[in-house]
Each structure stands twice: as structure tokens, then as C-alpha cells.
């Protein structure tokens, strides 16, 4: 039986999310461990923040061409592609080569540009004003799945075990590699938006031959240059930074910090498993609470919910200060005798918590821009989550190159301070909506 135009949709958006939470169980994990794997490699001349940093900085630098790359190919085209190298990268670290690993860094910053773009016009193709809140906290919720079954995996493997040897690396990422294989292969599945949803600038259809692909290529740069300095654009970018800075901070410092609080034992390891999967767990309880309650809490607007993004982070961020070392997320932190190494003495039961708080304040900020930005910029969806990309990865960037050699209190201040001039960009737009889109 033929599906109606919104079950057509639905369907879309349950299979997006089921792909993104396979490719990205890969990288997630891989992305919180690696400092880790690295660092337990004394063949490996590197760091795993070396090449996060890379990542991300190509990844805010494709974002003006990622729109372009969608545009001529098509959003599931683009998507299915990217997913391709997502694993290479994965695949990578089952012998990791610095050279290598950094060139496909670099690779793999330039897919991270092209598939966040096209998913977020994929999603916007597949909702009316009316569900985009509802499937943006969908997807959100099922791909932040991901830190949940990769990083139990990682915590199984390791428990009880001091360091990451040859033959653990090998057996974590084959099972890594093959997860994000079969997400490859998930996105054969997505099927064209209905038509009755469909009115974006950037469509699965266009002008053929060399010449009017490349119309089409410089008419998406070009949007996204000018709707760059959109006023409202460019405020919200406050906001986008500062998820960028969050974003390093739970994805690769926060693990790696409590991986060198040498105090919690000998599973210290582990622990960033552990960790994981509360963020994960966070991630997917905001998520889903303003997905299903979706048509409720719009009622009241979304900057009640950032606002309880913004207070839940401040508090996570004061524990976080008075439980762990300061110089933890740089080097090994050892127990000193009769010397505390941090305000409270490291407690690892605060730490977990600290863990789901990260991951819910941040499914607060993420869940409503998606909303806000597919709602607004609905005729220029792939520009405008180009561009919000683009600044989150160009955060995430300077906060991976920052973060070996600032000290655990000073990333923190800077996360406070971002956050709160965040959240008033936040509230300034949400009151203040774009009168014209480019």
C-alpha cells in the first residue's frame, strides 16, 4: 500500500536517523577514544587531538562549498558518499600511519561538510513547519543513539585493562568499521521528499549538462555568501559558536580527562565508555523529550528550552571545576599523597553525572537551532545549516588546538563565558525573526 505524502516523510526521517546512528556509532566512538588509542601506540608519532583538530577545520572551511557539492549531486547522493569516507577513516585506525591519518583527516572533514549539509536539507524536504520540530528531535535523539552502543562496546573490551594493546585496537575498530558499513549501505534506502513538502532552492532535479551544473554550483555559493550577512544570521552565529565549543568539550576533552584522573583506578580507561554512554543517554532524553512534546513546547517557544540548556551547562561546568584536575586534560593525573588534585577530591560518581548533563544541555541548544533554522531559512535550509556548520566546526577547531595546552579551568571559563552571550544571541532571534530570506 502506497504511503500517504506524511508517512512518505516519516518513513524518510526514521531511515536518515538509522543511518546517521550507524556511521556515526563508528566515528562518535572513534572520536572520544582515539586521543587514547593513539597515545598507547608507541609507534604512532602523533595525537589524536592533531587530527580532530584537522577534521574540524577543514570541516568549517568546506561548509561554503559543501551547499555547491549538494547541489549537484543531490542530498541522498552527497550523503551516501560522505558515509563512504566516514569509514575509510574508521577503517584507518586499524593500522594507524600519521600520514595517513592526517590525510584522511583532512578527507573527512570535507564529507563532514557535504552530509551535515545535505541532511539538514534532506530533513527540511521531509517537513512542514508543523513536524520540523518533532523530526529534528527525532533525529536527533536516534543519532545520538550512537554514543551509547559504541562506547558500551569500548567499555566491555576494556574493563580491567590498563592500556589499548595492537590486538584490542584491531578487534574495536573492525567492529567499528563494519557498524558504519552497513550505515553505508542504509542510505540506499531513502527515497525521494514528497512533492507536497518540497521547496528548497537545492532539489534532488536540475539543469543538466556542464554548463547549468555549474549555474547551479555558484547560485548555492552565492546564496550562502549572502545569506551570511543576514543580520539575524549573523547573530545566531554567536550561538553556533559556542555548540562548537561544547562540542569538543564533551566529545574529546571531558573523556580524555577523566581517562588521565588517574585517582578513579585502575579502569580509568573504561571509564570514558562509561562516560559516553550517559552523554549519549543525555543526548537522547532531551531529544526525544522535545520530539515527542514537540507540538507542546513550541507553544511557549524554544528559548525556554535553551534556557535550560544554558543553566544546566553552567552547573555541570562549576562541578566539573571542583571535581577534576585542572592539568587532566592534557597529562596523566596520579594520586599524590596528602595532596588533593582537585578542589573536592576526583569523584567518580560526579563525574558520570556531569557526563548526562553535558548531553542533555547540549540536545537543548542542537534540537532547537535545527528548529529555528529549518523553521526561518526553510527556502534556504541547505546554506543556512551549511553555515551554522560551518561555525560549529570552526569552533570545534580552535577549542581541539586549544585544548593541549589550556588548563581544565580556563576552558571552562571560556565555555561560561561563550555560553551565556550564546544564549542572549538565541533569545534575540527567536524574538526577532529574519522579515526576508535572501
Given at each position: 500500500?502506497a504511503?500517504?505524502?506524511?508517512?512518505?516523510?516519516?518513513?524518510?526521517?526514521?531511515i536518515l536517523?538509522?543511518a546517521?546512528l550507524?556511521v556515526?556509532t563508528?566515528?562518535?566512538t572513534?572520536g572520544?577514544?582515539?586521543?587514547?588509542v593513539?597515545?598507547?601506540?608507541k609507534d604512532?608519532?602523533?595525537?589524536?587531538?592533531?587530527?580532530l583538530a584537522?577534521?574540524?577545520?577543514?570541516f568549517?572551511?568546506?561548509?561554503?562549498?559543501?551547499?555547491s557539492v549538494?547541489?549537484l549531486?543531490?542530498?541522498r547522493?552527497?550523503m551516501?558518499?560522505?558515509?563512504v569516507?566516514y569509514?575509510?577513516?574508521?577503517a584507518?585506525?586499524?593500522h594507524?600511519?600519521p600520514?595517513?591519518?592526517?590525510?584522511?583527516?583532512g578527507?573527512?572533514?570535507?564529507?563532514a561538510?557535504?552530509?551535515?549539509?545535505?541532511?539538514?536539507n534532506y530533513?527540511?524536504?521531509?517537513?512542514t513547519?508543523q513536524t520540523m520540530?518533532?523530526n529534528s528531535?527525532l533525529f536527533w535523539a536516534?543519532?545520538?543513539?550512537?554514543?551509547?552502543f559504541?562506547n558500551?562496546?569500548?567499555?566491555l573490551e576494556?574493563?580491567?585493562i590498563?592500556?589499548?594493546?595492537?590486538?584490542?585496537?584491531?578487534i574495536?575498530?573492525?567492529?567499528?568499521t563494519?557498524?558504519?558499513?552497513?550505515?553505508?549501505?542504509?542510505?540506499?534506502?531513502?527515497t525521494?521528499p514528497?512533492?507536497?513538502f518540497?521547496?528548497?532552492s537545492?532539489q534532488?532535479?536540475?539543469?543538466?549538462?556542464?554548463?547549468?551544473l555549474?549555474?547551479?554550483?555558484v547560485t548555492a555559493?552565492?546564496?550562502?555568501?549572502?545569506?551570511m550577512?543576514?543580520?539575524?544570521?549573523?547573530i545566531?552565529?554567536?550561538?553556533?559558536?559556542?555548540?562548537?565549543?561544547e562540542?569538543?568539550?564533551?566529545?574529546?576533552v571531558?573523556?580524555?580527562?577523566?581517562s588521565?584522573?588517574?585517582s578513579?583506578?585502575?579502569?580509568?580507561?573504561?571509564f570514558?565508555?562509561i562516560?559516553?554512554m550517559?552523554?549519549?543517554?543525555?543526548?537522547?532524553?532531551?531529544?526525544?523529550?522535545?520530539?515527542i512534546?514537540?507540538?507542546k513546547?513550541?507553544?511557549?517557544?524554544?528559548?525556554?528550552i535553551v534556557?535550560?540548556?544554558?543553566?544546566?551547562?553552567?552547573?555541570?561546568?562549576?562541578?566539573?571545576?571542583i571535581?577534576?584536575?585542572?592539568?587532566?586534560?592534557?597529562?596523566?593525573?596520579?594520586?599524590?599523597?596528602?595532596?588533593?588534585v582537585s578542589?573536592?577530591?576526583p569523584?567518580?560518581?560526579?563525574a558520570?553525572?556531569?557526563?548526562f548533563?553535558?548531553?542533555?544541555?547540549d540536545?537543548?541548544?542542537n534540537?532547537?537551532i535545527?528548529?529555528?533554522l529549518?523553521?526561518?531559512?526553510?527556502?534556504?535550509?541547505?546554506?543556512?545549516?551549511?553555515?551554522?556548520?560551518?561555525i560549529?566546526s570552526?569552533?570545534a577547531?580552535i577549542?581541539?588546538?586549544?585544548s593541549?595546552?589550556?588548563?581544565?579551568h580556563?576552558?571552562?571559563l571560556?565555555l561560561?563565558?561563550?555560553?551565556t552571550?550564546g544564549?542572549?544571541?538565541?533569545?534575540?532571534v527567536?524574538h526577532?525573526?529574519?522579515?526576508n530570506?535572501i
Amino acid at each position: 500500500m502506497a504511503l500517504s505524502a506524511g508517512g512518505k516523510a516519516f518513513y524518510n526521517v526514521t531511515i536518515l536517523g538509522v543511518a546517521f546512528l550507524l556511521v556515526f556509532t563508528a566515528f562518535q566512538t572513534c572520536g572520544m577514544i582515539q586521543t587514547v588509542v593513539l597515545r598507547d601506540d608507541k609507534d604512532f608519532q602523533g595525537s589524536g587531538y592533531d587530527s580532530l583538530a584537522i577534521i574540524y577545520a577543514v570541516f568549517a572551511a568546506a561548509n561554503w562549498i559543501a551547499p555547491s557539492v549538494v547541489a549537484l549531486l543531490g542530498a541522498r547522493c552527497s550523503m551516501f558518499l560522505s558515509a563512504v569516507v566516514y569509514t575509510g577513516f574508521v577503517a584507518s585506525f586499524l593500522h594507524p600511519i600519521p600520514w595517513v591519518l592526517y590525510s584522511l583527516s583532512g578527507l573527512l572533514g570535507l564529507a563532514a561538510a557535504v552530509i551535515w549539509t545535505a541532511q539538514g536539507n534532506y530533513l527540511t524536504e521531509n517537513s512542514t513547519e508543523q513536524t520540523m520540530g518533532r523530526n529534528s528531535g527525532l533525529f536527533w535523539a536516534m543519532l545520538q543513539g550512537s554514543l551509547l552502543f559504541g562506547n558500551l562496546f569500548f567499555f566491555l573490551e576494556m574493563e580491567g585493562i590498563n592500556s589499548v594493546t595492537t590486538h584490542l585496537r584491531t578487534i574495536i575498530f573492525i567492529v567499528l568499521t563494519v557498524i558504519s558499513g552497513v550505515g553505508v549501505l542504509t542510505f540506499l534506502f531513502l527515497t525521494k521528499p514528497p512533492e507536497e513538502f518540497s521547496s528548497l532552492s537545492i532539489q534532488e532535479e536540475g539543469p543538466t549538462g556542464g554548463f547549468g551544473l555549474l549555474m547551479k554550483a555558484v547560485t548555492a555559493f552565492v546564496r550562502s555568501a549572502k545569506l551570511m550577512l543576514n543580520k539575524e544570521m549573523l547573530i545566531i552565529s554567536v550561538t553556533n559558536f559556542y555548540t562548537g565549543l561544547e562540542l569538543t568539550f564533551f566529545s574529546g576533552v571531558y573523556g580524555t580527562a577523566i581517562s588521565n584522573t588517574k585517582s578513579f583506578g585502575a579502569d580509568s580507561n573504561s571509564f570514558i565508555g562509561i562516560s559516553g554512554m550517559l552523554i549519549g543517554a543525555g543526548e537522547i532524553t532531551g531529544g526525544l523529550l522535545f520530539g515527542i512534546l514537540g507540538k507542546k513546547t513550541i507553544k511557549f517557544g524554544r528559548d525556554p528550552i535553551v534556557l535550560l540548556g544554558y543553566v544546566v551547562h553552567m552547573i555541570c561546568f562549576y562541578l566539573i571545576y571542583i571535581n577534576l584536575p585542572a592539568e587532566s586534560p592534557i597529562n596523566p593525573v596520579f594520586p599524590r599523597n596528602g595532596v588533593p588534585v582537585s578542589i573536592i577530591g576526583p569523584n567518580i560518581e560526579l563525574a558520570f553525572a556531569c557526563s548526562f548533563m553535558l548531553g542533555f544541555a547540549d540536545a537543548c541548544f542542537n534540537t532547537q537551532i535545527y528548529s529555528l533554522l529549518g523553521s526561518y531559512f526553510k527556502s534556504d535550509s541547505a546554506s543556512a545549516f551549511a553555515l551554522f556548520k560551518f561555525i560549529q566546526s570552526a569552533a570545534a577547531a580552535i577549542a581541539f588546538a586549544y585544548s593541549l595546552v589550556i588548563l581544565l579551568h580556563w576552558q571552562l571559563l571560556i565555555l561560561v563565558v561563550c555560553g551565556t552571550l550564546g544564549t542572549l544571541s538565541f533569545f534575540y532571534v527567536e524574538h526577532h525573526p529574519p522579515r526576508n530570506e535572501i
